[in-house]
């Protein structure tokens, strides 16, 4: 049977909705993968997506390590085998030959101890997937849990420890560092929520603790692929860190404040990310700022990481110091 096209948008459109499965557009996957690449040891690398789709980010990493002569194996897990089947495809036409390519939950395969707390990233694990890959690249479903049905929901919450209210792309990030061997690399697509709100007190408390951050970048209202969260990368190295690591931030929002005489002007988003400079852009005909910095933030701490420039921070701390009262004194 052949689907119209509004059939196939309305398939599509349901199939986000339901998985929260948005691919990586090209773009963004060779970006992200030269991020990893920067920090990549020159050594055999074995390389995971745990929600592989239809193996954009696969592909790119193992491009980028290929051109950077680093030694590589890709494997990949997805629960739609439509996806994988396209995956396998693409990646034979592109004469990836040590791909391992699996019609798997990923978060069915990994080993988490039931004992009803996190386990120690140096517990004694079962699963073959376990403690096994240098670099971890993902960009993972973006969907509550209870959207995936209550016995699923459940089984989740239950595996993972999980309270309330979660996105899917938190069981992931736990799954993901379980699979990391010590001192691996990960780099991941998750919405930025998790940033500043209240409800990402777990998130960043778990990346704190587990991970040396190396960089973290706010891609905004950029519009770089379709999805209807505003995403942020995570790159970081497994490693229990009791001191914060000196990471930087990069955060990118479109502008419409800007001086015009200030502009540089960028062929694309990704031009713009790749640039040194910091300030206003012009990108086709829109205006963005891009902030750089140093990102604060505290270990196994709920607070809110400060993603703010010199000027920005000097500027906060200016209105606090002239601050009598908070709006916390008098309100809840």
């Given amino acids: 049977m052949i689907l119209s096209i509004f059939e196939v948008y309305m398939t599509t459109k349901e199939q986000i909705k339901n998985t929260g499965a948005t ?46 002569a680093i030694d590589f194996s890709l494997t990949g897990y997805d629960a739609n085998e439509q996806y994988l089947n396209f995956a396998k495809d693409r990646l034979m036409h592109l004469g990836v030959r040590k791909t391992e390519l699996h019609h798997k939950d990923f978060l069915q395969v990994i080993d988490i101890t039931t004992s009803g707390i996190l386990p120690s990233l140096f517990d004694q694990n079962t699963s073959e997937v376990n403690n096994s890959y240098d670099i971890v690249i993902a960009n993972p479903p973006y969907v509550r849990t209870q959207i995936l049905g209550t016995e699923q929901a459940q089984a989740l919450s239950k595996k993972f420890n999980l309270k309330g209210r979660v996105d899917l792309y938190y069981p992931f990030l736990i799954a993901m560092t379980e699979s990391l061997k010590e001192g691996g690399l990960i780099g991941v697509i998750t919405s930025n929520r998790y940033l500043s709100t209240k409800s990402g007190e777990s998130v960043r408390k778990f990346l704190s603790e587990n991970y040396e951050i190396l960089e973290l970048i706010d891609l905004g209202d950029t519009k770089l692929f379709n999805a209807a969260v505003l995403p942020a990368i995570f790159i970081g190295r497994k490693k229990q860190q009791r001191v914060p690591s000196p990471a930087g931030f990069m ?79 008098f309100l809840k």
């Fill in 23 to 68: 691919f990586t557009p090209r773009g963004l996957s060779v970006f992200l993968a030269e991020r990893i690449a920067a920090y990549a040891q020159p050594k055999q690398s074995r390389v995971l997506d745990p929600a592989c789709g239809e193996g954009e980010l696969l592909i790119a990493m193992g491009e980028v390590l290929d051109a950077n």
């Fill in 251 to 329: 955060k990118v929002y479109e502008d419409s404040n800007g001086n015009n005489s200030d502009l540089i002007s960028a062929e694309s988003i990704y031009h713009l990310l790749k640039s040194n400079q910091a300030g206003y852009f012009s990108v086709s005909g829109k205006r963005y700022k891009k902030t750089t910095g140093i990102l604060k933030y505290k270990i196994a701490s709920g607070t809110c990481w400060e993603m703010l420039s010199v000027e920005e921070s000097e500027w906060v701390s200016k209105i606090d110091r002239s601050a009598n009262n908070r709006v916390g004194d």
